[in-house]
């Protein structure tokens, strides 16, 4: 499976903390990662982050599972419905019980769209790519340990020629134990493309229903 997706026309600095307000409008323009969901009742809405919910009145893509976009959206104040811009789907990565893996190293990017949220992993990262024909795998290798996890790039014999940046994201809700709706902190780990060794905590909770 093809882990890469490379980005194009969407803005690094800004985050759903930090929205472009019109004070005339009283309207609010971020950038944001969402999870596209399906409530009982078929309506389809972006679930932000572990506990704010948007309604996108004009999107019109029939909905086939939770998927992962990087969108723009405008939300009135106030509201619980959205405007979308722009949006993109995110690959989604494998999870793998192998231990032995080849790595490939890769450079997780810390900004805001590296992020655990909605019991997901998404990752902003930068790492080496050629002009080979396989396609490079992203892969999470669960741990020993209850909440650690080490992200894997496989390059699958591809040269390095050039560095890019990729969005990839891993649904690990059900790899990791539920936290019973509090907060565990969760460690993941990475060799970069110089074959250093990295880790950085996040704080997870099991995706609630």
Sequence with gaps: MAAVFL????????????PKEDADQAIQEFRAIVTVKQDASGTIYFQLDDNTVLFPYNYDRPFSGM????????VAK??????????????KGDVSYTQDAIDDG??????WMTSVEDGFLTIH?????????????????PSANEYELTVVHQMNGD?????????????????LPDTEGTYKDLTIK????EGANK???????????
């Design 67 to 74: 998927e992962r976009i990087i969108c723009g959206l405008s």
């Design 199 to 209: 880790a950085k905590t996040f704080r997870f909770r099991s995706r609630q229903p």
């Design 125 to 141: 990262y930068n790492a080496w790519w050629g002009n080979g024909e396989e396609p490079h795998l992203l892969l999470v290798r």
């Design 159 to 175: 040269e390095p020629l050039e560095k890019a940046d990729a969005l990839v994201y891993f649904d690990i809700n059900d790899i």
């Design 7 to 18: 980005i194009c026309g969407c803005s690094k600095e800004a985050d759903m903390a930090t």
């Design 190 to 193: 990475w060799k970069s493309c």
């Design 78 to 91: 106030g509201a619980n419905e959205c405007f979308v811009q722009w949006m993109d789907f995110l690959v």
């Design 106 to 111: 890769l450079d997780i990017i810390e900004d």
